[in-house]
């Protein structure tokens, strides 16, 4: 059984989520940390944690950074108690579409990262196109987590697994001319977890469809083949290491 450790199972992309779940569990999915964004998105991140295998992770994405307030920060810490969210995300710097508002991502990053660190939680790392940033802020602080859809060099992966975190995999490794699959075979599995950031980023062969949970089965099978372990093999190693970082 795999844990998909990082999706978006939101409404507005998922008309009937109770058969996405019994899909995801036809193919031997059955938890999932569900990454919020933005205030409405952490709001229901806090009852799709009701039902049984979601888990969750409340944050305010970088891309937000222009849209939050102060007040869904406080929502935020005022809801890590429920004992069902267990992370801070998804947060980190996206120098993507702008580095204009680079000051207000570092800020935003730097006040959710101090919030992990006070409550003692691990962080949902997003970081495009902003590598050195993310490398010198994370420093500051003693946190540990996992780097959500790591598509990075070598030496960066070993940066961060030296700092405690972990890389999330996802089906971009599927994706044909992208180099992270040399990567990630020199990365031990102990230090890998399983994603979809479903909706978006639909392994092959489904690209161009709809992601979904069930489809961790494409990048599990993807990644037995590099590491030559069987899925049985994979899916006890990935579930030590969630069981690690996120205490379930
Ligand atoms: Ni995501």
Redesign the pocket.
């Known amino acids: 059984m795999f844990c998909d450790t990082?999706?978006?199972l939101f409404q507005e992309y998922y008309e009937d989520l109770d058969e996405i779940i019994n899909i995801a569990k036809d193919n031997k999915v059955t938890r999932y940390i569900v990454?919020g964004?933005n205030n409405a998105s952490n709001q229901e991140v806090l009852s799709l944690v009701n039902k049984e295998g979601i888990y969750g992770a409340l944050g305010i994405h970088p891309e937000e950074v222009e849209n939050y307030t102060d007040a869904d920060i406080q929502f935020i810490e005022q809801n890590l108690k429920n004992k069902k969210i267990v992370a801070i995300g998804?947060i980190g710097l996206d120098y993507h579409y702008t580095k204009e508002n680079k000051e207000q991502q570092i800020k935003l990053f730097e006040k959710q990262l101090a919030l992990a660190e006070k409550y003692n939680l691990p962080v949902v790392i997003?970081s495009r196109e902003a590598t050195l940033d993310t490398i010198e802020i994370l420093k500051k602080y003693r946190v540990k987590g996992v780097i959500?859809?790591f598509s990075g060099s070598l030496e960066t992966a070993k940066i961060y697994i030296k700092m405690g975190f972990y890389l999330g995999v996802n089906g971009v490794i599927t994706f044909k001319n992208c180099n992270l699959k040399e990567v990630i075979k020199k990365i031990p599995l102990k230090y890998i977890l399983l994603e979809t950031?479903s909706p978006?980023l639909t392994p092959v062969p489904f690209r161009g469809k709809r992601n979904d949970p069930s489809k961790i089965k494409e990048i599990a099978k993807f990644l037995g083949e590099i590491y030559e372990v069987s899925l049985e093999e994979l899916a006890k190693i990935t579930n030590q290491n969630v069981a690690e970082l996120f205490d379930i």
């Open positions: 990082h999706c978006h990454a964004c998804e997003h959500h859809s950031d978006y």
